[in-house]
């Protein structure tokens, strides 16, 4: 009998708060590891995408979809845009390359799949909170591919314009 690594899974949401953006989490050690990706992640092997480490968010995070009240942290709304597992691929140690600065993942998702790495950069405006999301050229690349072509969510197949309007219809019937 062979032990088998653990699952982990990854979530990318779709937030709208005072800056729209993606936020990319990985689960680790019992939390998501957390990125605010302002232009998204990509499969474009070409490209690599600014990632600000932010806090790590609790489990019970990882499918949140509604909208995030007016004065309070992350105030928007938020869909679940892509989710699935992932894999470390330099070592069995993911809170270890975190803590190193680069962090090697196969992502095993909906909308994004392959290999990408998080690189710890430095030297801007974010200092050790810059990172950056890099995908790996592999058979899973799209050269061109923008995550802004695909807004629909992975779990209930709506977009966050759709998630603000309901939860305002919602609010607005509590308020007869």
């Not at 806090?55 to 007016?70: I, N, P, Q, T």
């Not at 309070?72 to 600065?101: F, H, I, M, R």
């Amino acid at each position: 009998m062979t032990d088998r690594p653990p699952l982990r899974r990854f979530v990318v949401q779709l937030h709208r708060a005072r800056r729209r953006h993606f936020d990319f989490r990985l689960e680790i050690d019992g939390v998501l590891a957390s990125w605010a990706v302002p232009k998204g992640p990509t499969m474009d092997h070409r490209v690599r995408r600014l990632a600000v480490r932010v806090e790590d968010h609790s489990l019970e995070y990882f499918d949140f979809e509604g909208v995030l009240e007016k004065g309070t942290y992350g105030a928007g709304d938020v869909t679940v845009w892509d989710w699935g597992t992932w894999e470390p691929t330099q070592n069995s140690d993911p809170a270890g390359q975190l803590k190193d600065g680069e962090l090697h993942a196969e992502l095993f998702g909906t909308k994004i799949s392959g290999r990408f790495v998080l690189v710890r950069s430095g030297g801007t405006r974010y200092g050790d909170n810059a990172w950056l999301l890099i995908r790996k050229h592999d058979e899973h690349s799209v050269e061109g591919w923008d995550a802004n072509a695909f807004p629909e969510s992975v779990k209930t197949g709506r977009t966050n314009d759709e998630v603000a309007e309901d939860h305002h219809s919602i609010a607005g019937a509590n308020n007869l």
